[in-house]
């Protein structure tokens, strides 16, 4: 029998999981679990579940002390996943939904509702007193895959270049080498940090620092976030698509399924109030 899905090895891990017996062939359709707890559930990407979530959920009871909530984060393909299959209430995205997870959603004839609540982006960050303004997408990548270890490679003095990176357990971790390595394992000389605060910190201190952080940490004393490209790192060049290491945050929803208390917290993630919390966490604000 031929499979819509074929080729594509997670894809079809979710097809069988969530909609064992749902085929051209079958019309039975695999029984969907009642949810009457009001108990707000969100899976998905660990852009949005490592921090932002778990802030903005903590700002939002602040406001509504009786809000329930399960966070699990394992990847946007996880919580597009368990959207479809009616596991969850949110499906937390760093991406536009896939070819196939379309395709998934239309067989299950779910219509889902693309709430845009901002974009994750990352500055590359070298010490202010670093001559070099400007670097390509592949001198980036180079650097920070250790295949360039000397600033005189690009354009920069004859100093071994030093990274600064964050801790291999974080969501930023994984996501720099999506967005900038080709996801390309790091090499070269390497000091770890838990937060971006960390890593400002050394390359402020260390005038062969390279490392990223968010656009605000960019801006303290010390270092200065670099144009990639020639495109600068700031709000306008997320917005109008031009910056390349940034990616648009969305909170999917079933449109037919859509709780009432889902949607009250969606529209304050969308507020004004969400939207400083998310502008204080150094995230980039719709346009």
């Given at each position: 029998?031929k499979r819509?899905?074929?080729?594509?090895?997670?894809?079809?891990?979710l097809?069988?999981v969530?909609?064992?017996?749902?085929?051209?062939?079958?019309?039975?359709?695999?029984?969907?679990?009642?949810?009457?707890?009001?108990?707000?559930?969100?899976?998905?990407?660990?852009?949005?579940?490592?921090?932002?979530?778990?802030?903005?959920?903590a700002?939002y009871?602040k406001?509504?002390?009786n809000a329930?909530?399960d966070?699990?984060t394992?990847?946007?393909?996880?919580?597009?996943?368990?959207?479809?299959g009616?596991?969850c209430?949110i499906?937390?995205?760093?991406?536009a939904?896939?070819k196939d997870?379309?395709?998934?959603?239309?067989l299950?004839?779910?219509?889902l509702?693309?709430n845009?609540i901002?974009?994750?982006?990352?500055?590359?960050?070298?010490?202010?007193?670093?001559?070099?303004?400007?670097?390509?997408?592949?001198?980036?990548?180079?650097?920070?895959?250790?295949?360039?270890?000397?600033?005189k490679d690009v354009?920069?003095?004859d100093?071994?270049?030093q990274?600064?990176?964050?801790?291999?357990?974080?969501?930023?971790?994984?996501g720099f080498?999506?967005?900038?390595?080709?996801?390309?394992p790091?090499?070269?000389?390497l000091?770890l940090f838990?937060n971006?605060v960390?890593i400002?910190?050394?390359?402020?201190?260390?005038?062969?620092?390279?490392?990223y952080?968010?656009?605000?940490?960019a801006?303290?004393?010390?270092v200065?976030?670099?144009?990639?490209s020639g495109?600068?790192?700031?709000v306008e060049?997320?917005?109008?698509?031009?910056?390349?290491?940034?990616?648009?945050?969305?909170?999917y929803?079933n449109?037919?399924k859509e709780?009432?208390?889902?949607?009250d917290?969606i529209?304050?993630?969308?507020?004004?109030?969400?939207?400083e919390?998310?502008?204080?966490m150094?995230?980039?604000?719709?346009?």
């Open positions: 029998m819509v899905f074929c080729g594509h090895g997670f894809s079809l891990f097809f069988g969530l909609i064992a017996g749902c085929s051209p062939s079958n019309n039975t359709e695999a029984p969907e679990p009642e949810r009457t707890d009001g108990k707000i559930i969100i899976r998905g990407s660990n852009t949005i579940g490592e921090e932002l979530a778990p802030r903005l959920i700002e009871k406001g509504h002390a329930s909530f966070l699990e394992k990847g946007t393909a996880y919580g597009m996943g368990a959207l479809v009616n596991q209430d499906a937390g995205a760093s991406r939904p896939s997870e379309l395709e998934l959603a239309k299950r004839g779910v219509d509702n693309d845009v901002g974009a994750y982006s990352v500055a590359v960050v070298v010490n202010a007193g670093n001559p070099v303004t400007s670097l390509s997408k592949e001198q980036v990548r180079d650097i920070f895959t250790g295949v360039i270890q000397n600033w354009g920069g003095p100093a071994a270049i990274l600064y990176i964050r801790d291999p357990i974080s969501g930023t971790y994984l080498r999506e967005l900038a390595m080709e996801n390309k790091y090499g070269g000389k000091k838990t971006y960390g400002v910190q050394g390359v402020a201190q260390d005038p062969a620092g390279i490392g952080s968010s656009f605000q940490r801006k303290s004393d010390g200065k976030g670099v144009s990639i495109v600068a790192p700031n060049s997320v917005n109008n698509g031009d910056y390349p290491y940034a990616r648009i945050l969305h909170l929803t449109k037919a709780a009432q208390s889902t949607r917290f529209q304050f993630v969308q507020s004004s109030q969400g939207q919390v998310m502008a204080q150094g995230y980039v604000p719709p346009r």
